[in-house]
């Protein structure tokens, strides 16, 4: 067994058992910034553009029923999915019950709303554009820099080569690549040892953003996540133990011929690689044992792609046909527009209001996001074209109507709960919940999405870890969208006692892990906000 197994004990065990460094406190003097900073480079403004007509989140999530994404990208379509997920859309002054509120009015420190989430709003994921002779621009590598919804050029001339051959077969009809890193000092300055699960979660978060953007306009995004790492990190200059390649997204670019692209590009000097370096704003950088074994543990065989089929021993264990059934009604239809719906997302932190019931639609329409979010599709060896479905859910409900108080199993193929335990889950819920920026009874009620993934880490590899949290971060992010459209509130937490929801969920013989928790009820009414586009 891998390092992988080790760390994702010492995860289910941390509530228990701190995790080293235990007397670890963040310098938020000395912290870094939510962005990478080149001074410098040349920036190409990015085109801002009305979403279309119809591009409703049914759409997104395949509700339905519409055919499969084959529009092709072109620099308007790039721009508004960058600008809808990790662009700056909005600033965040609501009062609620985070302990950041009192730092909220002063601008250094201030709270930018973004489409996707992040744990602890902190954004690590860096997005690179590596585009070849059929863009729009003079072939290169940029990097889009969130705050300034700009492409800033860090290499000029055509590499998409490079990235070809380090997928090594997906993307090979294309020249036009979203690359995306994880520079880990921009979570683990707060979180640590914790940082790789957190950040390997985001990536999840940002991709599904991506794909539910892109599946509504009917276009198409596929990440790849095996591929030769060592060799992507030298092409972009930056250092493994610094910065994790997680994965490579091949974008269908408009105009682009059919046929290789490899076919129409020269190859690539050996010693090519962006010479522009990120300045780092923290004085003291600190390095952890475990995010440096994770990543070395996760990147040593990038390039060895999963077989067909490999995942189907860790499939996600069906619901048990011998609990009570609690039937669901259909699923409220969620028509919002997309980028309405990503602008309005946000976490309630404290805001929830057990006294307005959660209906059973809106349920039913949250449990079905959750479970098309847990596909990711693509190269990423989860097995979605084999059928295999890792992630299962379960809701502790609250406050719903039409459905008792209690821990259910969600059968995403009959779209139907089945009782685990019955009685009101309030009070294991608030004891078993770290912080105090929410309280747990009062939400409609709490989803917790599991893996098998030790059984995943047995199949793949120690790889397997990113896989696993990433499925884990686009079920969150489709959640929190869902609610979204649903008039909703949503919060994403990971500081819970994993432990005990194995024993509450009697989830030890099926090996399955509780990777977060997903609450989502009404919020109180007219709750106190500032309005900053007006003042």
């Known amino acids: 067994m891998g390092y992988a197994h080790d760390y994702a004990a010492a995860i289910m065990q941390r509530g228990r058992v701190p995790m080293p460094p235990a007397d670890f406190v963040p310098n938020w003097s000395d912290g870094p910034r939510k962005a990478k900073y080149y001074p410098g480079v040349d920036s190409l403004p990015l085109p801002v553009a009305d979403y279309p007509a119809g591009a409703s989140l049914d759409r997104a999530f395949g509700f339905d029923n519409g055919a499969p994404g084959a529009g092709e990208f072109d620099l308007t379509s790039l721009s508004g999915m960058l600008l809808d997920s990790y662009g700056l859309t909005g600033r965040r002054l609501g009062v609620q019950a985070n302990t950041d509120l009192s730092a909220l009015p002063f601008y250094p420190l201030a709270n930018w709303s973004r489409g996707s989430a992040s744990g602890g709003g902190l954004y690590p994921v860096s997005v690179y554009w590596v585009s070849g002779p059929s863009g729009p621009v003079t072939p290169g590598v940029h990097y889009y820099s969130t705050r300034h919804h700009t492409m800033q050029r860090l290499l000029t001339g055509d590499v998409s080569g490079e990235v070809r051959e380090s997928l090594g077969g997906p993307g090979a009809d294309t020249d036009q690549y979203l690359v995306l890193g994880i520079k880990y000092w921009q979570n683990s300055f707060k979180y640590n040892s914790f940082s790789f699960h957190a950040v390997s979660m985001d990536l999840g978060a940002a991709v599904q953003t991506w794909r539910m953007w892109a599946g509504a306009r009917g276009l198409s995004v596929e990440p790849a996540m095996w591929f030769d790492e060592a060799r992507l990190q030298k092409l972009l200059g930056v250092q493994g133990e610094e910065e994790g390649v997680f994965a490579v997204i091949p974008l269908k670019w408009t105009g682009k011929s059919g046929g290789s692209a490899a076919a129409t590009t020269g190859a690539t000097p050996a010693d090519v690689s962006v010479r522009r370096r990120d300045v780092e704003r923290s004085r003291e950088v600190f390095t952890f044992d475990a995010l440096l074994k994770m990543q070395a543990a996760t990147s040593a065989h990038a390039a060895e792609r999963p077989a067909p089929g490999v995942l189907a021993p860790a499939a996600a264990p069906p619901a048990d046909p011998g609990r009570p059934l609690a039937p669901l009604p259909a699923a409220r239809p969620m028509p919002g527009d997309v980028r309405t719906v990503l602008r309005r997302r946000r976490s309630s932190f404290g805001r929830f209001d057990a006294s307005r019931p959660v209906t059973g639609e809106q349920l039913a329409a949250c449990l079905a996001a959750s479970s098309a979010g847990s596909r990711l599709g693509g190269d990423t060896g989860t097995g979605a074209e084999d059928g295999v479905r890792l992630a299962k859910l379960y809701a502790f409900v609250n406050h719903v109507d039409g459905l008792a108080p209690g821990a259910y199993e969600y059968d995403p193929d009959a779209r139907e709960l089945r009782l685990v335990k019955a009685g009101s889950p309030g009070e294991f819920l608030q004891r078993n919940y770290f912080l105090s920026n929410y309280n747990l009874e009062q939400a409609g009620a709490v989803l917790v999405p599991t893996v098998r993934t030790s059984a995943v880490l047995d199949a793949v590899g120690d790889r397997g870890y990113r896989l696993v949290n990433a499925t884990i971060g686009a079920v969150a992010q489709s959640v929190y969208t869902a609610c979204s459209a649903l008039e909703l509130g ?36 007219a709750p106190a906000d500032f309005r900053y586009e007006i003042a």
């Open 490 to 525: 949503c919060g994403v937490a990971l500081g819970f006692d994993n432990v005990s929801y194995i024993e509450e969920l009697a989830l030890d013989a099926t090996g399955e892990a509780p990777l977060l928790i997903m609450m989502v009820g009404n919020e109180r009414p």
